[in-house]
C-alpha cells in the first residue's frame, strides 16, 4: 500500500530545458513534503520542502508546487542542468501522531547537454 | 564535513550469518532512522530511535534489530542474514521529528 507514489521512474531532459518531476499520494493527513535528492553512492539530500497551507515554493531554479485536492505535487526545475541528474525522492510527513516520513519510490532525471 | 558517517560501506556476507551495521553522528541529534532502499520500493523505514535506549519499528522491521546506547550511535543488526535483506541501507538523523534529514552516504550489503 504505496502512500507516496512517483509513477514515472525516468525523465529525460535537454539541458536549459524545464524537468517536471511528479508525486501522487493517497493520505489527505499528510502536513508537510519534501524532495530530495540522490547522486550514486551518496545519501538522498534535502532538495526543497512545502507545506500543506500553501500551493507554492521555490528556491532559485527549483519550485514545489502543491495540489491539495488532487493529493498531487511536483517538482520543477527551470533551466535543467546536467548536473540535476540524479535520483529525486519525494517524502510526506504529519506534523501529529507517529506516523514517520513516507518516501516515494523516486525517479531517475537524466539531463544531457 | 560529515556529521553522519556510516561503517562498513559495503559488505558482502552469508546467509544465516548475523552483521551489524553502524551509525555514528556528531550533530548531538535526538532522533536517528535506519532505511533500506530497493529498487521499485523507494526508501523504507526500519527503525528508528528518538532518544537514548528509546527504539520502535518502522515499516519493514522484520527480521532486524538495533540499539542505541549512546546518543551518537545507532547500531542495526540483521540477526541471520537472508537474500531478501541485499539492500543499501542509509541511516539518517534529524534535530526534529520526521523532519530536516541528513543520510549518511549508505551501506551496501549483499547476502549470498
Known amino acids: 500500500d504505496q502512500q507516496v507514489k512517483q509513477n514515472s521512474p525516468s525523465l529525460s531532459v535537454q539541458e536549459g530545458r524545464i524537468s517536471i518531476l511528479n508525486c501522487d499520494y493517497t493520505?489527505?493527513?499528510?502536513?508537510?513534503f519534501l524532495w530530495y535528492k540522490k547522486y550514486p553512492a551518496e545519501g538522498p539530500t534535502f532538495l526543497i520542502s512545502?507545506?500543506?497551507?500553501?500551493d507554492k515554493n521555490e528556491d532559485g531554479r527549483f519550485t514545489v508546487f502543491l495540489n491539495k485536492s488532487a493529493k498531487h505535487l511536483s517538482l520543477h526545475i527551470v533551466p535543467s542542468q546536467p548536473g540535476d541528474s540524479a535520483v529525486y525522492f519525494c517524502?510526506?510527513?504529519?506534523?501529529?501522531?507517529?506516523?514517520?516520513?513516507?518516501f516515494g519510490t523516486g525517479t531517475r532525471l537524466l539531463v544531457s547537454p | 564535513d560529515a556529521g553522519i558517517t556510516q561503517s562498513p560501506r559495503h559488505k558482502v556476507t552469508e546467509t544465516g550469518t548475523p552483521v551489524t551495521l553502524r551509525c555514528h553522528q556528531t550533530?548531538?541529534?535526538?532522533?536517528m532512522y535506519w532505511y533500506r532502499q530497493d529498487p521499485g520500493h523507494g526508501l523504507r523505514l526500519i527503525h528508528y530511535?528518538?532518544?537514548?535506549?528509546?527504539?520502535d519499528k518502522g515499516e519493514v522491521s522484520d527480521g532486524y534489530s538495533v540499539s542505541r546506547s549512546k546518543t551518537e550511535d545507532f547500531l542495526l543488526t540483521l540477526e541471520s542474514a537472508t537474500s531478501s535483506q541485499t539492500s543499501v541501507y542509509f541511516c539518517?538523523?534529524?534535530?526534529?521529528?520526521?523532519?530536516?534529514?541528513?543520510f549518511g552516504s549508505g551501506t551496501r550489503l549483499t547476502v549470498v
Open positions: 530511535s528518538y532518544g537514548v535506549k528509546d527504539t
Open positions: 517524502a510526506a510527513g504529519m506534523n501529529t501522531g507517529f506516523q514517520k516520513l513516507v
Open positions: 550533530e548531538n541529534h535526538r532522533y
Open positions: 512545502i507545506s500543506s497551507i500553501k
Open positions: 493520505n489527505s493527513m499528510f502536513d508537510y
Open positions: 539518517a538523523i534529524s534535530a526534529v521529528l520526521n523532519y530536516g534529514y541528513t
